[in-house]
C-alpha cells in the first residue's frame, strides 16, 4: 500500500498527542508532510509548544511545526460543561513532565504553510484534522483552489448520537461551528470519526499497566499524560469510564480504513 501524505492539523492535547505520536510510528503507512496547531483544547501557544515535545519525544527534531489560529472566528459562547484544560490539565498535556521543545516552530503561519503546501504539491494530499477547523477553513476561504489538491479530509469530530461538552454538540465543532460549516460545505471527501467511533477507544487501568511495562521514554511519557485525562461529564457521556482516546481513531483510519 502506497503511504499516505498528511498533513495534521491538531490542539496537542493528550488524545491529539498521542494520535501523533502513532502517525510518527507508523512512516510505512503515513508520510507526514508536516503539523499544524490551533487554538482548541488549550492555547495555540500551548498546543504549538506541545506538538514539538511530542515530536521530540519521538526523536522527530525535523518535523515542520507550524503555528495556527489563536481564537475562533466568533467569541465563543459560555462552556455548557467543561473547557478544554479541565479535560487536558493546565499544560495542555495533563501529567506529563516534558521539558520546553528545542526543535524550532516554523516562521511561516500554519493556514499559509497548508495553502502553499496543497497548491504546490503534484499529487493530491489528505488533511487529518483533530482538532477545531478553523485553520482549514481559514485556507479554504484564502484559497479556494487547494481544494482540488485534496484527496480527502479524515478528520474527528462531531457525533451521530450523544454529544461531550453538550447533550447536542461535540468539542470540535462546537468552539468552531462556522469553520465546521465552511469545511462541510466545501465538496472535498470528508471521512468524520465522531463520538460514536470514538467512545469505543477508552483507557483504562489494566491498558495503562501494559502501557507502562514497555518501559521506554515514550511510554512512559504517554502513563503520564493520560493517567490524568478522564471523563468529563458522566451525564454527557454514560457509560464511559476511561479517558477516550479520540484523535486516534483518524489516524488508525489512515493505517487500516477497512478497520479489519
Ligand atoms: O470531542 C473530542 C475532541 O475535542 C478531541 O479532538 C479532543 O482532543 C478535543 O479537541
Ligand atoms: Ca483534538
Known sequence: MTKTQIIMDCDPGLDDAVALLLAMASPEDIDILGVTTVVGNCSVELTQANARRICELAGRKDMKVFRGC???????????????TDVHGETGLGGCKLPPPTM????????SYIIKTLLESPTKITLAPTGSLTNIACAFIMEPRIKEKIDKI???????GLGNISPAAEYNFYYEPQAAYVVFTSNVPIVMIGLDVTRQTQTSEAWLQ??????TPVSQAVVDMLSHYYRPNAFLEPGVTGGVLHDPNVIAYLINPSGD
Open 70 to 84: 489563536s481564537r475562533t472566528f466568533f467569541s465563543r459562547v459560555a462552556p455548557s460543561t467543561y473547557v478544554g
Open 104 to 111: 524550532p516552530l516554523q516562521s511561516e503561519d500554519a493556514v
Open 154 to 160: 479524515v478528520l474527528m469530530g462531531g457525533s451521530i
Open 210 to 215: 501494559t502501557v507502562e511495562a514497555m518501559n
